[in-house]
């Protein structure tokens, strides 16, 4: 199977530590051929000689989610893509902001948009309030738009990304 894995949107905290933990972990299933596509935060932990040669890394210096650079990065990830021939698109999380061809599977990661209850938004001030409200939108967006399945970790979280995006909770994995 031929697989990309993507971590072009991975900036910081345990986001890294997922994504480099699952790119390790994929060492142990060596059938498979992977094509890692690393954000500059992912790249800094990688040492690529630790991987055989059914492993290639790929650079994206610049995150899809970037104003400026969004269409030069869209426009690499769909060459790599075309070039590659996946069977599947591995998001570790999301959103991607494009759209592969192939099934796309992408981690959801953002609790505190299913969870509004929570102590976090009574503590934020409120210019950080607005701008995680408009966030919202907009990811909510690009997950509707870009993904295929998802992937999350609790039974409870599953049921709300599923109101949260509208979507049918057969196309939501809990692990």
């Given at each position: 199977?031929?697989?990309?894995?993507?971590?072009?949107?991975?900036?910081?905290?345990?986001?890294?530590?997922?994504?480099?933990?699952?790119?390790?972990?994929?060492?142990?299933?060596?059938?498979?051929?992977?094509?890692?596509?690393?954000?500059?935060?992912?790249?800094?932990d990688i040492i690529k000689s630790?991987?055989?040669?059914?492993?290639?890394?790929?650079?994206?210096?610049?995150?899809?989610?970037?104003?400026?650079?969004?269409?030069?990065?869209?426009?690499?990830?769909?060459?790599?893509?075309?070039?590659?021939?996946?069977?599947?698109?591995?998001?570790?999380?999301?959103?991607?902001?494009?759209?592969?061809?192939?099934?796309?599977?992408?981690?959801?990661?953002?609790?505190?948009?299913?969870?509004?209850?929570?102590?976090?938004?009574?503590?934020?001030?409120?210019?950080?309030?607005?701008?995680?409200?408009?966030?919202?939108?907009?990811?909510?967006?690009?997950?509707?738009?870009?993904?295929?399945?998802?992937?999350?970790?609790?039974?409870?979280?599953?049921?709300?990304?599923?109101?949260?995006?509208?979507?049918?909770?057969?196309?939501?994995?809990?692990?």
């Amino acid at each position: 199977m031929i697989l990309i894995i993507n971590t072009s949107c991975v900036k910081k905290g345990g986001s890294i530590q997922v994504a480099l933990s699952f790119i390790r972990e994929c060492k142990e299933f060596p059938d498979n051929i992977y094509h890692v596509f690393l954000s500059e935060e992912t790249s800094r932990d990688i040492i690529k000689s630790e991987f055989s040669n059914n492993f290639y890394f790929y650079l994206l210096p610049h995150s899809p989610s970037s104003l400026i650079h969004y269409y030069n990065t869209i426009n690499k990830l769909k060459q790599l893509e075309r070039d590659i021939k996946p069977d599947c698109v591995f998001t570790v999380f999301g959103p991607s902001y494009w759209t592969p061809k192939a099934p796309h599977l992408v981690g959801y990661g953002r609790g505190y948009y299913l969870y509004p209850e929570s102590p976090f938004f009574k503590r934020t001030r409120l210019f950080l309030r607005l701008r995680i409200i408009l966030l919202k939108e907009v990811h909510r967006f690009f997950f509707k738009r870009n993904s295929d399945y998802y992937f999350i970790e609790s039974e409870d979280a599953k049921v709300r990304l599923s109101s949260f995006l509208r979507k049918n909770r057969d196309n939501i994995y809990v692990i």
